[in-house]
Structure formats: C-alpha cells, structure tokens
C-alpha cells in the first residue's frame, strides 16, 4: 500500500478530515454529474438514430449499465488495496474514454464502436455512485446517511445543468462535424476527466485509509487497557450478511425500475412530437430529483430508521409508474412530474439501502464489500435497460410505467422481513 496517511490520529482531527473530504467529493460529484446526464438525455436516442430501432434502443443503456458493473469491481478493488482516492479517480478516466469512443463512433456511423464505448463510459455512472462510500468512511455512525446524502447532492447542479445544454452542446457538435445527438458527450468527456484530476489531486488524506488507520489506533489502545478486549463487541456474521443483502436488494430494485421508465421515457416523448429541448428539461427534472432531496434523505433515515425510509421508497415509485402511465402524450409537465418522483423514489432508496450496507461491512472488507453490491446495482439497472425498449416495443410505454411501479412494491416484503428478524 503506497498512499499514505496521518500516523497519528491527533495529526488531523477526524472532523477537519471529514469537512475536507467533503468539499473535495462534492466538487468531483458536480462535474461527474454533468457527465452523468449526457447517457441519461440522449443515450437512447443516438441507439434509435443510428440502429434504426426502439426495441434495440434500450440496449444502449442496458450496455452503459453492465460497464459499470464491471467498473464497480474494479474501483472497489482498487479501493481496497489503495485507497478512494486512486479508485475514484481512475473509474472517472475510464468515463471520459468512453465518452470520446461515443463521439467517434457517432462521427463514423459504428453501432459496434458505440457499443463499446457506452460499455466503457459505464464506468463514469458506477463511479459516481461509489463516491457516495467515501463520504460516509469517516463519518460517526448516527450520521452516516447524512454524510452520504451531502456527496450525492452535489451531483444535482452538473446533473441539472447538463441536459439542459443538449441544444448548444448539439450546435457546438454541428460546427465540428459531430453528429448532434453525440453534442453532450463532449461535455461528458470534459467533465469526467476534469473530476478524475480534482479527486488526484486534492483528495487528501484518504478518507477510507485514515479512517482504518484510526480503527486501528483505537483497537490498541482498547487491548491495552485492563479488560478493553472483552469490551469490544461485534455484530454477528448472520446479522452482517443479512445487512449486506436487504441493502443490496433495495437498491436494485429501485435502480431497475428507475433506469427502465427513465430510459424510454425520452424516446416515448420524441415519438410524440417532443423535441430534444423537452426531453432534456424532463430529464433535468429528473436527475434534480435523484439528487436534490438526499439531505432530507439522510436525515429521514438517521431520524426514523433505514428500512422504514426504504418502504416508502417503494410506495414513492409506485406513484411514480402510475403517474407516468396516465400522463398525456402532450404534456411535459405531466411527465415531469412522473420522473420527479421516481427520482425522490430512487433517492429515497439509495440512501436507505447505503447505509444498511456500510452498518452491516467492517472497515477491513468495506470498499470490495461495497463494490459488490454496486455490482448487482449496475445489474439491475441493465436489466432495466434492456427490458424497457423490449417491453415498449411489445406492449407500450404505460405498461412499462405501471409494470415497473408494482414491482418496486417488492422491497416493502423484504424489509418488513428484515425488521421481523
């Protein structure tokens, strides 16, 4: 392990670390949001242009999806071995790839090119959400969900902002010979890229490596007072692993259901007559939704527990599917409406479930723990992609809306389950 940290506990005071590690990942999180929103806004809608096909358009996503399970594995791993710092911003570099592949492939008409790249701009999506760990490594445990909740809204502004420059970012695309739809990927790229150097640089000291070497400290110093070995109790093994799993569920399941009614409802909107400028302010909408509530998330959470916020996710995005599948064709404020609660839904959901898993994992095992279980997120979500254009194309956008609300229903069982034990 190279990267080093305070060998001292007294050198650098664990809230003067946390306030910093803070300010470093929110400004990573906006510029990682802003490339976030490129794949979201016209993703699926490049697929449809250059494939020819709704049904396929959804692949696009469910490919974007499945590099970030992939991306998941590898950050927590480098996580693991060397810190936040080197992982984060490593899955950031692989983003800005994947979005320069995007623009090439756009620029010379490769469907194959363009699934490669969504393949590998995938990491960018997964990274993003894997920031949301190292704002909670050093946090004391009745604040971990807010902790977490602060690095996730930090992604609102570039998450917002981002799909409302798909026009100018298309003009700008035109005068250099790109294809219009592949406009917002030069953002992406930029912004991916200049997050990886923010997180190099400044994200000093490591937040998970600090946080164990003070783990460490105050474990010698138990063992060394009369008795301190016999104080130190630890969660059962069943009860960890148990945590491990209704966390990993929730977020999978909000994350299917959210990456399937997001990704189509652009394409549904374009097949009524709505132009770029209205899909993007949906999916702006959207995204600010993701992200924006997560203080009140947070606190929800640390004040009423993890699992009863978690339930009511689920009912959140059930309302969100039947709003969704009753909207008029030509109403975008309808739709807006419908993506702001399946994204306070989807918030609600990740914030629950991150803390029940970082609760239930130790510090030795945290970051591959949490990798994993970003693993089976990233999953769900191409599951989600991939099933929604099928699903649309066979039976429409209002039974994908519905379909996907019931389903969320499923966490309320497994948490109440959880509760029960």
């Given at each position: 392990?190279t990267?080093?940290?305070?060998?001292?506990?007294q050198?650098l005071?664990q809230s003067q670390?946390q306030?910093?590690?803070?300010?470093v990942?929110?400004a990573?999180q906006?510029?990682?949001?802003?490339?976030?929103?490129?794949?979201?806004t016209?993703?699926?809608?490049?697929?449809?242009?250059m494939?020819g096909?709704?049904g396929?358009?959804?692949?696009l996503?469910?490919l974007?999806?499945?590099?970030?399970?992939l991306?998941a594995?590898?950050?927590?791993?480098?996580?693991?071995a060397?810190?936040?710092r080197?992982?984060?911003a490593a899955?950031?570099?692989a983003?800005?790839?994947g979005?320069?592949?995007?623009?090439?492939?756009?620029v010379a008409?490769?469907?194959?090119l363009l699934?490669v790249?969504?393949?590998?701009?995938?990491?960018?999506t997964?990274?993003?959400?894997?920031?949301?760990?190292a704002?909670?490594?050093?946090?004391?445990?009745e604040h971990?969900?807010?902790?977490?909740?602060?690095?996730l809204v930090?992604?609102?502004?570039?998450g917002?902002v981002?799909?409302?420059?798909a026009a100018?970012a298309?003009?700008?695309?035109?005068a250099?010979?790109?294809?219009?739809l592949?406009?917002?990927?030069?953002?992406?790229?930029?912004?991916?890229?200049?997050?990886?150097?923010?997180?190099a640089?400044?994200l000093?000291?490591?937040p998970?490596?600090?946080?164990?070497?003070?783990?460490?400290?105050r474990?010698?110093?138990?063992?060394?007072?009369?008795g301190?070995?016999?104080?130190?109790?630890?969660?059962?093994?069943?009860?960890r692993?148990?945590?491990v799993l209704?966390?990993?569920?929730?977020?999978?399941i909000?994350?299917?259901?959210m990456?399937?009614?997001?990704?189509?409802?652009?394409?549904h909107?374009?097949?009524?007559?709505h132009?770029?400028?209205?899909s993007?302010?949906v999916?702006?909408?959207h995204?600010?939704?993701?992200?924006?509530p997560?203080?009140?998330?947070?606190?929800?959470v640390?004040?009423y527990?993890?699992?009863?916020v978690?339930a009511?996710?689920?009912?959140?995005?059930?309302?969100?599917?039947?709003?969704?599948?009753?909207?008029p064709?030509?109403s975008?404020?309808?739709?807006a409406v419908?993506?702001?609660?399946?994204?306070v839904?989807w918030n609600?959901?990740?914030v629950s479930?991150?803390a029940i898993?970082?609760?239930?994992?130790?510090?030795?095992?945290?970051?591959?723990?949490?990798?994993?279980?970003d693993v089976?997120?990233a999953?769900?979500?191409?599951?989600?992609?991939?099933?929604s254009g099928?699903?649309v194309?066979a039976a429409g956008?209002?039974?994908?809306?519905?379909g996907?609300?019931i389903?969320?229903?499923a966490?309320?069982?497994?948490v109440v389950?959880?509760?029960?034990?």
């Amino acid at each position: 392990m190279t990267t080093t940290v305070p060998a001292r506990i007294q050198d650098l005071p664990q809230s003067q670390a946390q306030r910093r590690v803070l300010i470093v990942l929110i400004a990573a999180q906006v510029l990682s949001g802003a490339g976030l929103a490129a794949g979201v806004t016209v993703g699926a809608l490049l697929a449809q242009d250059m494939l020819g096909s709704t049904g396929l358009a959804g692949l696009l996503s469910a490919l974007a999806t499945a590099g970030s399970a992939l991306a998941a594995i590898v950050v927590g791993r480098i996580s693991q071995a060397r810190g936040r710092r080197p992982g984060l911003a490593a899955g950031y570099l692989a983003g800005a790839v994947g979005s320069a592949g995007v623009i090439a492939a756009a620029v010379a008409g490769d469907s194959v090119l363009l699934f490669v790249a969504m393949f590998v701009y995938g990491a960018g999506t997964a990274t993003n959400l894997l920031a949301r760990y190292a704002g909670s490594d050093l946090a004391a445990p009745e604040h971990r969900a807010r902790a977490v909740s602060t690095v996730l809204v930090a992604t609102t502004l570039g998450g917002v902002v981002g799909p409302n420059l798909a026009a100018p970012a298309g003009d700008l695309a035109h005068a250099l010979g790109i294809p219009r739809l592949a406009g917002l990927f030069l953002l992406s790229g930029a912004a991916y890229a200049t997050a990886a150097l923010v997180l190099a640089i400044w994200l000093r000291p490591d937040p998970l490596l600090l946080a164990r070497t003070m783990e460490a400290e105050r474990a010698a110093a138990a063992f060394a007072r009369p008795g301190g070995a016999g104080d130190r109790v630890r969660p059962p093994v069943g009860w960890r692993r148990s945590g491990v799993l209704v966390g990993a569920l929730v977020m999978a399941i909000t994350q299917l259901v959210m990456v399937a009614i997001m990704t189509m409802t652009p394409v549904h909107m374009h097949d009524h007559g709505h132009g770029a400028a209205a899909s993007g302010l949906v999916i702006a909408i959207h995204i600010g939704a993701m992200y924006l509530p997560a203080p009140l998330s947070g606190w929800l959470v640390d004040r009423y527990g993890r699992r009863t916020v978690a339930a009511v996710s689920a009912l959140v995005m059930l309302a969100a599917g039947i709003v969704a599948a009753n909207a008029p064709d030509g109403s975008v404020a309808v739709f807006a409406v419908a993506l702001t609660l399946l994204g306070v839904g989807w918030n609600l959901g990740l914030v629950s479930g991150t803390a029940i898993v970082t609760d239930a994992v130790p510090l030795a095992t945290r970051a591959r723990t949490q990798g994993l279980v970003d693993v089976s997120i990233a999953i769900a979500g191409a599951v989600g992609g991939m099933a929604s254009g099928l699903v649309v194309a066979a039976a429409g956008y209002p039974l994908l809306a519905v379909g996907g609300g019931i389903l969320a229903l499923a966490i309320v069982p497994v948490v109440v389950a959880a509760r029960s034990r």
